[in-house]
């Protein structure tokens, strides 16, 4: 089951400790781009920008806003 579909499935079945847990292990190992498309990381000053956004918001142990 791919993340995305198994978080269709946790909406559905809240009270699923295992689905949770896989779940988390899930985003724990997986990369996910937050917001963006493909386009985004093709585009080479796109993703810098990107990339050094998430690297200061690790350092200041904040969540960048948006992507």
């Keep these: ?9 946790l909406f559905k079945h809240r009270d699923n400790q ?15 781009l937050a917001s963006g498309t ?3 990381l093709e585009d080479v000053e796109r993703f810098r920008e990107l990339l050094e956004r ?9 969540s960048p806003d948006t992507f």
């Design 54 to 62: 998430v690297q200061q918001s690790k350092q200041e142990g904040t």
């Design 18 to 32: 295992e689905a949770f847990q896989t779940y988390m292990d899930k985003l724990a190992t997986e990369p996910v």
């Design 1 to 9: 089951m791919s993340r995305v579909e198994l978080r269709a499935y």
């Design 38 to 40: 493909q386009s985004n």
